[in-house]
């Protein structure tokens, strides 16, 4: 749908006419017959900012202009880390790293003085003070930094280079001081690490959590992740 990211999108193209042939621009100008096409059911990629116009064309008629505007803006995490998300997609880190691989760039250095690039086709980033998601457009999970009380998901402690957690068509990833979630396009709410009152969860990997009514979710600095449901009532999930 449309709105803000933090980086491109991959847009879904139906159709309720069989045979209709869809074609799009990307300038805000009204698609012709002669605009670049893109077959229905497929994706159509969101790479800058700017307004998608689509329309379906069949047996010499067209439909009314679907238009929907994006604003790709980027994230970025800021501590004695830095983690950025570009809206091409890409993840770069540099600052302190240390023995807890804070930089996720496969070494153990105090410091990561010059930006690299550790990632690519991520659409979203979050993070504590020692470790990072990443979600990718294709619905995994990628994890690095410490895993002391089993925030990564996966062995071993720590994580040096970005990792994929077992989880798929996850739609939001969010993190807590030492405790991670991510939710799923059918809303299972999955969590690992150590809750702010101790609870330790599954060290090498997720779990299903058992509530079930999460619409987003949130990280919530060291008091877990709060988890926002279809009534806009926030609950603290730990």
């Known amino acids: 749908s449309a709105g803000s990211y933090p980086a491109r999108r991959s847009v879904r193209i139906t159709s309720a006419t069989p045979g209709a ?9 009204e698609p012709t017959e002669t605009s670049t096409m893109v077959p229905v059911g497929d994706n159509l990629l969101v790479g800058s900012s700017g307004t998608v116009k689509a329309r379906a064309f069949a047996g010499g008629t067209a439909s009314l202009t679907t238009t929907a505007d ?10 004695q880390t830095v983690v950025v998300l570009k809206t091409d ?6 600052g302190r790293n240390g023995n807890v691989a804070r930089a996720g760039n496969g070494t153990l250095d105090p410091i990561a003085i010059e930006p690299v690039q550790i990632l690519d086709s991520a659409i979203q980033i979050a993070g504590s003070a020692d470790h990072t998601l990443a979600l990718k457009g294709d619905g995994t999970v990628w994890v690095w930094g410490n895993n002391n009380r089993g925030q990564a998901g996966v062995a071993p402690n720590p994580v040096s280079v970005p990792t994929t957690l077992p989880l798929q068509d996850i739609v939001q990833v969010a993190a807590a001081n030492a405790f991670s979630a991510a939710l799923s396009s059918s809303g299972v709410l999955y969590t690992w690490g150590t809750g702010p009152g101790g609870t330790m969860y599954v060290v090498t990997g997720p779990r299903t959590h058992t509530y079930t009514g999460c619409e987003r979710i949130v990280g919530s600095g060291s008091h877990g992740v709060l988890c926002i449901p279809a009534d806009g009532i926030p609950r603290l999930i730990t």
């Open 89 to 94: 997609g890409t993840v770069w880190t540099w």
């Open 70 to 79: 994006y604003l790709l803006t980027g994230k970025v995490l800021a501590g």
């Open 21 to 29: 042939v869809v074609r799009y621009t990307l300038d805000g100008s």
